[in-house]
Structures are given as C-alpha cells and as structure tokens.
C-alpha cells in the first residue's frame, strides 16, 4: 500500500471562513470581520471609518498593492455584508459537522483557532474563558470520534486592534502577543492537540499583506519586517510547543503550486526560478534557519532594513520547524512574452492559459500532476514530513429537485491529485504524514466573499447574501471520500 496505516485523512476549513459567532461569548473583531462578501468579478472590500465620521471601503485583491485612505481604520460599517460574521455557523453545528466527518471516516480535521475568540483586543494578558471552552468542547468531541486535530494558530485572523492599535505584524510588539497566546492555548489543550501550524499561508504577507500580516500599507519596507516578525513568533512558538509537551510537533504552511515556463526561452526559466525563490523563501527560514543569499541580495538592492537581532538568529536557527504543510490547487505557466500574459492561478501572479490543461469557471487550470510535483520539490529541497493541507475544487455546486448534490467533477479532480500524491509516495518516497480536502463543508470562499463557490463534501444551504437555512447535506464526493478513506487510498475507482 502507498500509504501507511496511521496516514491521516481529512479535511480542513478556517474559523473567519466557517465559524462565525463573530461577537458571541466575548470574542473581538478580527481582520476578515470587516471584509465584505464580493465575487468573480467584484473584489472584496475593507471597510473603514476616519475619526470625522467619514466611512468607506477599499478594494482588496490578491497580489495587488492595498493601503487605506489617510487616517482610516477597518472597522464595521452598516450597509455592508460582511460574510464572516455567521459564515457557515460552525459555532452553533459543531456537533452535526464533527459527526459528519467522523461518518467519512476522518482521521484528521484542520481547523484555525480565532485568535480573537481566545484574546478580544489581541493585547491581554489573560484569555477570555468563553473562547478557550469553545475549543475545548472541538477538541473533547474530536477526541470521542478519534479524529486528529490540526490545529492553525493564525489563519488571516488577526485581531483587529493589533492592526488598529499597533500597524499589524510590522511591529514586533505583535511578537509577544503571539507568544502568550501561543502558550495559553499550548497549555490548555496539552493532551488534545498535537499537530499545530502557526501562520497560514505565510508567504500571504507578501501576497495579501492585509490578510497575511494585518498590514494597512504594503509597502516592500513593511511586509518584510512582518515576515521577519513572523517567523521568530513561529520559531518560539516551536521552542514552547517543545517545553510544554515533548509529543507536540509544529509545522509550518505554504502557499505552493507547481509552475511551467511557457518556452524554452531562457529569461522564462529565468522567470520561474524567481517565482520558485519568492514563494519558498518562507520555507527556506521557517525550515533551514536562515535567510537564503537571494533574498538578502534582494533586500540591499530594495534598500530594505530590517529591525533584527542576534537573538531573533539564534531562535531561527535552533527552533526550525518539525514538518511542512501546504496548499497546492493546480499549477502556472510563466513567461517573459507579455503579450500572451493573462490572469490565472490562486496565486495573484501574472500567468498565462496551460493549453494541456482543463480551466474551471474561476479561471483555475486544474493540474493532474500538482501535488506529485509540488512534493517533491518540498522534499528535495528541505528532507522535512509533508503534509498536503489544502486541496480542492471550488464550484458552482447545483441542489436537485431531490435533495441531492452530483459533484462528479469534484470527485474526478481528487481522483487525479490524490493519484498524484500517492505516486510521489510510491515511486519518488516522499514522507507524507497526511491529506486534508480544503472547504470539507461548505464554507464562504477566501477570494471572492462568495458561498456560490463550494469545496465541501457537504452542501450547506445558504447563498451569497447570508439567505437559507444552513441545512446540511451530503453530496457524492462525501460517500467517495467515505471509500478512499476506508481504502486507505486504495480505492480511487469512480
């Protein structure tokens, strides 16, 4: 068999994507709290308000530049729809979700704490009780149906007065605030959670500065500072992982995705290996312990400083972390003949259309190949466990007259990228330890706002605009992923 017996099979969703409860039991405002709902076409807004009273909303976009006007602050505004606020209300129905998944047969959920849920304002010192008893009620019940979790300590949700209060993950104030609650939730559920990953998708700081790092300006000044800040927070988060409980292991998580240059022209090879040095520079901290040459050379040639320490050297190099998880959706083509150039990808990044591939309604090629290439690249270059934490296909999934959903082409786009993943563990070798499906049920969609845009398994009845009655129902990809699991990947047949 390709995968070993304890290969831990999932899913996995995000609390500002899923949760809601947005102000039950104490919890603060989070950055994606003041993000309105958008689509395809129309990108979603931060809202904010000045100190006169005047209020407003600015575009926010993967891979494009984001600053608010002079003097505003995100804040909620009315005449707004802000989809996090009940999402698909995992607060109230955890109990149906979490059977649900134990009915698959799942052996691992990834989920995200709200930071904000545990600590309001992001700044205090004691932890509000509410939010922690949440978690532990998740965590009780995972334990019941012997379910994995895998816990993000940070998935966009930083609280909103860090970013209000103190600029975002730019100021390494932000640092220690990370570090206590890091060690309140460390603490708390030592013996329930042994897999943690601190920052998703940490070359989002780059990619989406607001999401990524709370940042109101994305600067190349800022967003480097922020990554700096975040990955000493990540490496002491590592260091307390290791004191508090010995059987805890913390990961980091990538953004990643294979990408083809367009010709054999060599500036776009030139181009790909820019792209390949620009994402995995993340991992190249997080995992070696150590800034790579380029991005220094980068650094010097942007004239950017950055507020570090011998100590902040020491804790990269001694606390690199134990594995690598990472999302992976398809693939990219690059290329320096701009007139062929295009939008594609999930990635924010100038690309062109793959003609060997099939593209879905958002634009998306979806890659047979991805995650065989993808791991491999990650093994390679680092000799680290995998862990494949982000996987799917996000569509316009249909109700029936009869209460049914037939996502057959969901089921045929796991198929082939979880073909593809166990040949990069039969034929190549590559450590894997798990798979969790991105969107398990139904959630809203992190680039457009939209609930239109399904991943799950399960279909939740609810539209764009907040409508509907939050019923869930199995669609069929939920009793194939039934038969893979109990297969052990085995059975892949449709």
Same mark, same amino acid.
């Given at each position: 068999?390709?995968?070993?017996?304890?290969?831990?099979?999932?899913?996995?969703?995000?609390?500002?994507?899923?949760?809601?409860?947005?102000?039950?039991?104490?919890?603060?405002?989070?950055?994606?709290?003041?993000?309105?709902?958008?689509?395809?076409?129309?990108?979603?807004?931060?809202?904010?308000?000045?100190?006169?009273?005047?209020?407003?909303?600015?575009?926010?976009?993967?891979?494009?530049?984001?600053?608010?006007?002079?003097?505003?602050?995100?804040?909620?505004?009315?005449?707004?729809?802000?989809?996090?606020?009940?999402?698909?209300?995992?607060?109230?129905?955890?109990?149906?979700?979490?059977?649900?998944?134990?009915?698959?047969?799942?052996?691992?959920?990834?989920?995200?704490?709200?930071?904000?849920?545990?600590?309001?304002?992001?700044?205090?010192?004691?932890?509000?009780?509410?939010?922690?008893?949440?978690?532990?009620?998740?965590?009780?019940?995972?334990?019941?149906?012997?379910?994995?979790?895998?816990?993000?300590?940070?998935?966009?949700?930083?609280?909103?007065?860090?970013?209000?209060?103190?600029?975002?993950?730019?100021?390494?104030?932000?640092?220690?605030?990370?570090?206590?609650?890091?060690?309140?939730?460390?603490?708390?559920?030592?013996?329930?959670?042994?897999?943690?990953?601190?920052?998703?998708?940490?070359?989002?700081?780059?990619?989406?500065?607001?999401?990524?790092?709370?940042?109101?300006?994305?600067?190349?000044?800022?967003?480097?500072?922020?990554?700096?800040?975040?990955?000493?927070?990540?490496?002491?988060?590592?260091?307390?992982?290791?004191?508090?409980?010995?059987?805890?292991?913390?990961?980091?998580?990538?953004?990643?995705?294979?990408?083809?240059?367009?010709?054999?022209? *060599?500036? @776009?090879? !030139?181009?790909?290996?820019? /792209?390949?040095?620009?994402? #995995?520079?993340?991992?190249?901290?997080? &995992? =070696?312990?150590?800034?790579?040459?380029?991005?220094?050379?980068?650094?010097?040639?942007?004239?950017?400083?950055?507020?570090?320490?011998?100590?902040?050297?020491?804790?990269?190099?001694?606390? *690199?972390? @134990?594995? !690598?998880?990472?999302?992976? /959706?398809?693939?990219?083509? #690059?290329?320096?003949?701009?007139?062929? &150039? =295009?939008?594609?990808?999930?990635?924010?990044?100038?690309?062109?259309?793959?003609?060997?591939?099939?593209?879905?309604?958002?634009?998306?090629?979806?890659?047979?190949?991805?995650?065989?290439?993808?791991?491999?690249?990650?093994?390679?270059?680092?000799?680290?466990?995998?862990?494949?934490?982000?996987?799917?296909?996000?569509?316009?999934?249909?109700?029936?007259?009869?209460?049914?959903?037939?996502?057959?082409?969901?089921?045929?786009?796991?198929?082939?990228?979880?073909?593809?993943?166990?040949?990069?563990?039969?034929?190549?070798?590559?450590?894997?330890?798990?798979?969790?499906?991105?969107?398990?049920?139904?959630?809203?969609?992190?680039?457009?706002?939209?609930?239109?845009?399904?991943?799950?398994?399960?279909?939740?009845?609810?539209?764009?605009?907040?409508?509907?009655?939050?019923?869930?129902?199995?669609?069929?990809?939920?009793?194939?992923?039934?038969?893979?699991?109990?297969?052990?990947?085995?059975?892949?047949?449709?």
């Amino acid at each position: 068999m390709a995968f070993k017996k304890d290969f831990l099979w999932g899913g996995a969703t995000a609390a500002n994507q899923y949760e809601g409860g947005f102000a039950e039991d104490g919890k603060g405002l989070n950055a994606i709290d003041v993000l309105t709902n958008g689509s395809a076409t129309e990108p979603r807004k931060v809202t904010w308000v000045r100190s006169d009273g005047t209020t407003g909303a600015t575009p926010l976009e993967w891979g494009s530049d984001f600053e608010l006007p002079a003097g505003a602050r995100p804040a909620l505004v009315d005449g707004y729809y802000y989809p996090s606020h009940t999402a698909t209300d995992f607060y109230h129905h955890y109990e149906e979700d979490l059977k649900l998944m134990a009915e698959m047969g799942f052996k691992c959920y990834r989920l995200s704490l709200n930071w904000s849920r545990i600590f309001p304002n992001g700044d205090e010192e004691t932890p509000n009780e509410a939010g922690l008893a949440f978690y532990d009620k998740i965590f009780d019940l995972c334990q019941q149906y012997g379910i994995e979790p895998l816990v993000t300590l940070s998935h966009y949700e930083t609280p909103l007065g860090l970013i209000n209060d103190y600029g975002g993950w730019k100021n390494r104030k932000l640092i220690k605030f990370f570090e206590n609650y890091v060690r309140t939730v460390f603490t708390r559920y030592k013996g329930k959670v042994k897999y943690w990953l601190t920052f998703n998708e940490i070359n989002a700081v780059d990619l989406a500065p607001y999401m990524g790092a709370g940042l109101l300006d994305s600067s190349l000044q800022s967003r480097a500072q922020a990554a700096h800040d975040q990955f000493v927070a990540s490496a002491l988060a590592v260091k307390l992982a290791h004191e508090i409980d010995k059987k805890m292991q913390v990961g980091m998580m990538l953004a990643y995705q294979p990408v083809y240059p367009y010709t054999c022209d *060599p500036a @776009d090879q !030139i181009k790909v290996m820019e /792209y390949n040095q620009k994402m #995995l520079f993340y991992a190249d901290v997080q &995992a =070696g312990g150590c800034y790579p040459n380029y991005k220094l050379k980068e650094y010097e040639r942007e004239g950017i400083t950055l507020d570090i320490s011998p100590e902040d050297h020491a804790l990269l190099k001694d606390y *690199p972390v @134990d594995f !690598i998880s990472f999302s992976c /959706y398809g693939s990219n083509v #690059l290329t320096t003949h701009e007139k062929e &150039a =295009g939008d594609s990808g999930n990635l924010g990044i100038n690309g062109i259309k793959n003609p060997y591939l099939e593209t879905n309604a958002w634009g998306w090629a979806t890659d047979p190949d991805c995650l065989r290439l993808a791991l491999n690249v990650l093994w390679d270059r680092y000799h680290k466990p995998l862990w494949i934490v982000e996987n799917g296909l996000g569509w316009s999934d249909e109700l029936t007259s009869d209460g049914k959903v037939h996502d057959d082409y969901r089921i045929k786009y796991l198929k082939e990228n979880i073909q593809s993943m166990k040949d990069a563990v039969n034929l190549d070798g590559v450590e894997l330890l798990g798979y969790t499906m991105w969107g398990c049920i139904d959630l809203v969609s992190n680039g457009t706002g939209e609930m239109k845009k399904r991943y799950g398994f399960v279909y939740v009845e609810r539209d764009d605009f907040g409508k509907g009655s939050l019923k869930r129902i199995p669609k069929d990809s939920f009793y194939w992923y039934q038969k893979v699991i109990a297969s052990n990947g085995e059975d892949l047949t449709i």
